[in-house]
């Protein structure tokens, strides 16, 4: 299978795609951001990369960073992690209140904004937020092999400015009892995390851990590992995970700066990057892009 | 890979589980069945099976047969068919009517009872319910092999005398102009089909086409089969599929009869029955033997 | 007061207002009737009668039967009537099926679909249809002192066709136990109580024992009228009951035909009939209509 | 009609009550009141005052300030409030966030804790918190015709320290373009008001101009006093209130520190208080105690 020649097709049919999506708006900071750009890459588990478009720029990485955290809070913490948060897809919006009123506080999934803050906030436990960056960045560097990984803090900053929604879920939470730390706090370190920057390569490279592939860096156990990937099947693309599955095939997390993180269990690890987002707050066009890699390598995980 | 032994071993555990769930009440004529049935089979890509337990003892497959209208309807109407049902988890219990309401009657999904009512629905057109059902017994005849597969009556006029729940979809489905039929004669088509009976070893071998495996009875295209799959793991086991997913691994569909289909795309089609059920609704000791026969085969797809 | 002048001069406003509304769609029957009747009567406690517009025109009076077949129901089983229906504002549309899913099919309140269903199917109890509907226009007829009262029989098998909401009604509550009857039975007479044809100046009348004032037909006890009329203020116009409340001040029931039922207790019975609706369902310029009256007389109960 | 000695049965019957409910424990300052205490009050549209129990102890009004706060926002800002807050009872508890979530933010009414935030919110601008709870307590002040009325400042820090809800609330609203200070501020302020402490007289006092009776104190326009107590009518004891308007016949506003302002328009203020709650956060026998002098004057609105 000629991965090279795979990639570069796609590139260029993603650049004549009519349409591009919308970027998002309601992070200023991100909304600056051209809907022109466009990168993918592959990694395998035989250890080789494959690129194709703008894989060097770095972009906003935004909710695909919940998948890391989500790591970083099961290394620590294991299963108990799960009396905080459900593992459930909610069938709502990323950002809904609405099944915690009814659900004592706890989120359906890690993955929505609200379980996501809860993970967070499972990680702050004795810390410092400046500690838990810290240790995040330290995590994806070491599993990217790369050193150049960095909070954006003009972003961090748009976030915290215009945070009101997810400050709304975090004291909906503490007012349930579901949260450790002042809302503010939580916050504050989840606005940082989302504001990471990488390249689409980093990425890609970041996520290999996720295969379960021989030879490659080992951040968590083989079950863990998959149930990351069980997770981010299910629940990776809030009300748009259903159409993800059907039309992909594979695991993914999608960032709202227009990043996804896919991954084909013991093949390869995929990043893809295209800022314009379609109506569930996907990539539009990384979805596409991904889907026609999946048709061409036959990658999906359903046969 | 031993998978005699294997399969004996899991039968042998689920005889001393402690916790068998409860039989589901709803539907008379299953109440009466007990919890101490169990059974499973296992078809290989190689054209092997294995069983263990009650494997060759009819029971009622209920919403599995909601895979194989999904399948006659892909076959017969292609994509069509989803401008009438989602592809999305609904979050909420296999029989709520909330969503219906402000989503313009188009159920989330196939696998929910709202979405399989406008499945059967579909399939109904121009064609009688006999005829219908008909075709269904010969498709399921045809994946199998076998041809003692057939509808119980008597639980088919059970369901059908305490069936308001499906009769308040499908009329509420039908005041949204989302419904070709009277709502008594599609949910008179839906309870026969539910009541459809086959022994577990028959189950497993009419899963068979959903491996894309060469060499065994092919009923749909490769890409449909996908799909198929992908609507399974997110969506199978209602309000609980995240939870399978995330202990299984593998794409499944369960009925309240205490059966449960699970696909090993490439490798198996699996059939478990034990008929407590757990609070999702779901067979209780057939998560549980599955969550062990991925584990020890390593077939979970994420790795 | 002369309210034979402050009723002209409303009859000449409304004639003249730009916004009609709109006439209901939903059943074909109602949807034929033109927006441009109207007609207003007032019965005052001292046994007047006052009329503008097309007073002697029959129109259907739709779920204004709610509050007689309240009262009738009310009248034969008393208070445990309450142990099947609420007593709240639901919130809600009319017809939502939304509470009934987490609330056992206990609907808010009377005067919703659900609730007068539920009222109807009390009042069926060791009854035929004919003789409940006989039972209703004998106290109609009472009340109002007139006999020219009828059903539609057009219009109610208009209803019939196209009632599947109120039929996922009922079934919903059948299935959670809140029905006493066959589904059809039970909606088969909610939709001829509904097709009730009554002129307004009969309805004005008919309406006279809820004034709680001495000399007038006595159909109940003054307690219950106080609380038919409670539940008229806060559950009489749906959706739109806080807004009637806020215009108006007076407790009212409205119907899908154009029709409202007015109470200024103490001192008037007042009907009101234009077939135009508003956003709630509720008649455009008949809201318009009692609000100026409640103005011109000071007969707001709210000081 | 001899309201004294009406007032003095009706004590003693409370002081034998056998269920008195719950004292409110989510705000620990009011956790610490004892369920004994009852008093009740009646101001009369002749000038007269007849108290029962202990009427001279302060008590803490919580949301019974929102009735002053929307006469002070109606004053001021006239009907253009209600282009940020509906008149519509919710049919959900008071601190729901449910509604806001597909309403735009925009609170269904001003007496459930997110529709006063926005009251609040709205006599903030332009002034200082500071500014505006002196404004308030003037308000209070001159109504009652007294001036020792206080916050306490201890149950406003209780407040603000287990605030989480309304904070949840208030930044929910902010991010959809429904609140123009920070959270922080109005919600601030709001505790600061629900702290304000009343004697059971002086809240009767403070309540008479809203029976719209010559020669009492005029706080506002006599339609604008109507129509608050209509809202008071429909919403002014959250998802109880349907059931208060059918056991009382009065418009009135409860606090969760167990009091109820009621308004018998053109004749009578009563104030009841006894911290002990019902299901729905409302005064058990405070309610209790309304409906027997509601019963015993004739002075139910609804005839």
Chains 1, 2, 3, 4 share one sequence.
């Not at 790591?71 to 992690?81: E, V, Y």
Request: aromatic share 6%.
């Amino acid at each position: 299978m000629d991965l090279a020649a795979i990639l570069t097709r796609i590139g260029a049919e993603m650049q004549a795609a009519p349409d591009r999506g919308r970027v998002a708006d309601y992070i200023p900071e991100l909304a600056r951001v051209s809907p022109d750009h466009f990168a993918m890459a592959i990694c395998t588990a035989e250890g080789e990369t494959f690129t194709t478009g703008e894989a060097e720029t770095p972009f906003s990485i935004q909710s695909i960073s919940k998948v890391f955290t989500l790591a970083l809070a099961l290394g620590r913490l294991g299963d108990q992690l799960w009396t905080r948060v459900g593992r459930e897809p909610s069938g709502l919006a990323f950002n809904s209140i609405l099944q915690l009123e009814h659900e004592n506080g706890i989120p359906r999934n890690p993955f929505i904004n609200a379980g996501a803050l809860v993970v967070t906030d499972a990680i702050l436990a004795g810390h410092k937020p400046r500690e838990v960056l810290g240790e995040l960045l330290r995590f994806l560097r070491e599993a990217a092999g790369e050193d150049d990984i960095h909070i954006n803090r003009a972003v961090a900053a748009s976030e915290q400015a215009t945070g009101h929604r997810n400050l709304a879920l975090a004291h909906f939470m503490a007012a349930q009892g579901n949260l450790l730390h002042a809302p503010e706090l939580t916050c504050g370190t989840y606005f940082h995390q989302c504001a990471i920057e990488m390249s689409t390569r980093q990425l890609a490279r970041a996520g290999r851990f996720l295969m379960n592939a021989p030879g490659l860096p080992r951040m968590l156990g083989a079950a863990r590992v998959r149930r990351i990937n069980a997770l981010m099947m299910t629940c990776g693309h809030y009300d748009g995970s259903g159409e993800f599955a059907y039309r992909v095939g594979l695991p993914g997390k999608s960032g709202v700066g227009g990043g996804i993180l896919v991954i084909a269990p013991g093949r390869a690890a995929i990043a893809v990057w295209s800022p314009g987002l379609n109506a569930q707050g996907n990539s539009q066009l990384g979805t596409l892009a991904v889907e026609r890699l999946a048709r061409a390598t036959g990658w999906s995980v359903f046969g």
